[in-house]
């Protein structure tokens, strides 16, 4: 499901982030300001070196946990807030020096609603904030008109924003952030607090229409899995403000395994047989695995093994003899990729170590 690459050979990338680093200082208590008043501040690290580029015209994910960085490291991107160090360019405007050309470039889509006006319409929103982004006075009913029509929010666009559903919210903040035809999407969290209906409608709206008909390049931050793994073509696992993984979908998944990981189905052997500690034939150095019962439960001595093997084929075809050769019948066997979860565990728990991949620019 997610978005097509679409650059040439002599084309630009949508985003090119290089060693960028954000420290903000320590919010003081008043008490603490009025006891210690000369101490310094503590300095926190929001991005500490990322580097990564974006291609025009794909879907991006930028996954992590809260506080990892992603909300931060948009808002630099948009021009909102001011980077300690590095640089980036957004569609080949450089945010330090080209501030007017990049809001110009990006529409910002986040799930806070205080920043819309709740006693005024839905229309009225629009209207009063495509006159901030310097929409011609003559195209600002036709334009948001359009708008309207296209997140399917007509029915709703006269009543008040106060009265909308999370959903329509969401739909008027993408409205928004359309409202200047930016090529470039940045996109925090867009699906949380959506029920699932309107979560998925949601993406296949930034699939099907933003990103496939009309082109435009979404940075996606998230730390909603199956949202990642539906939408992106390439991601970058944010942790403790630095890149941990950073590839296609594929990459990022190879990054989980530490060795071959097969689910196979064995008749004739009941799970508690290959549970039992007398029974030591089917295990072996390089082989380890987990056994269920099939779910129904309708066949007693049917096992469904989770192996964890050695890589080469070698512990496979062991596993497998023994496995006959116990009295068993394979009805099926397979090859499992690890899931984006076991990726995002594994990256948690190296803590701030290097990781493979990690500030790879490409």
């Not at 920043?115 to 319409?121: E, H, I, K």
């Not at 959506?194 to 229409?209: C, G, I, N, Q």
């Not at 991601?235 to 890149?243: D, E, G, K, M, Q």
Request: net charge positive; with cysteine; proline share 4%.
């Amino acid at each position: 499901m997610g978005g097509a690459d679409q650059r040439g050979a002599n084309q630009v990338d949508a985003i090119e982030i290089r060693d960028l680093r954000k420290v903000f200082n320590k919010r003081r208590s008043i008490r603490d300001l009025i006891l210690h008043p000369r101490t310094k501040p503590e300095p926190v690290v929001a991005l500490d070196g990322i580097s990564f580029d974006v291609h025009q015209g794909e879907i991006f994910g930028l996954l992590g946990p809260n506080g990892a960085g992603k909300t931060t490291l948009l808002k630099v991107l948009s021009c909102l807030v001011s980077q300690t160090s590095g640089s980036a360019r957004v569609q080949g405007n450089d945010i330090t020096n080209a501030e007017h050309r990049v809001k110009s470039s990006v529409g910002l889509v986040t799930s806070d609603e205080r920043s819309f006006y709740w006693r005024l319409t839905g229309r009225e929103n629009l209207h009063f904030f495509a006159a901030l982004y310097n929409v011609p006075r003559a195209e600002i009913r036709r334009r948001c008109q359009g708008l309207l029509e296209k997140v399917e929010l007509l029915k709703h666009a006269d009543q008040l924003f106060m009265e909308y559903s999370t959903g329509t919210k969401q739909r008027l903040a993408i409205a928004r952030a359309l409202l200047h035809d930016p090529p470039v999407l940045f996109m925090d969290e867009p699906t949380r607090s959506l029920d699932p209906s309107a979560a998925k409608h949601l993406r296949e709206f930034v699939v099907t229409t933003l990103n496939r008909k009309e082109g435009k390049t979404i940075l996606l931050a998230t730390h909603n899995l199956p949202e990642a793994e539906s939408l992106c073509s390439r991601l970058a696992i944010l942790h403790l403000a630095r890149v941990r993984r950073l590839g296609a979908m594929e990459e990022v998944r190879s990054w989980g395994d530490t060795g071959e990981r097969y689910v196979i189905d064995v008749a004739g052997i009941a799970p508690a047989r290959l549970l039992s500690s007398g029974e030591d034939r089917f295990v072996f150095p390089g082989c380890r695995f987990e056994i269920k019962a099939p779910e129904d439960g309708s066949a007693p001595d049917r096992s469904i093994l989770n192996a964890d093997l050695e890589t080469g084929g070698a512990a496979l075809t062991e596993l497998l003899r023994r496995l006959i050769a116990g009295g068993g019948t394979i009805v099926s066997c397979s090859r499992r990729e690890a899931s984006l979860q076991e990726v995002f565990d594994l990256v948690a728990a190296e803590g701030g170590g290097s990781a493979p991949g990690a500030q790879t620019a490409r």
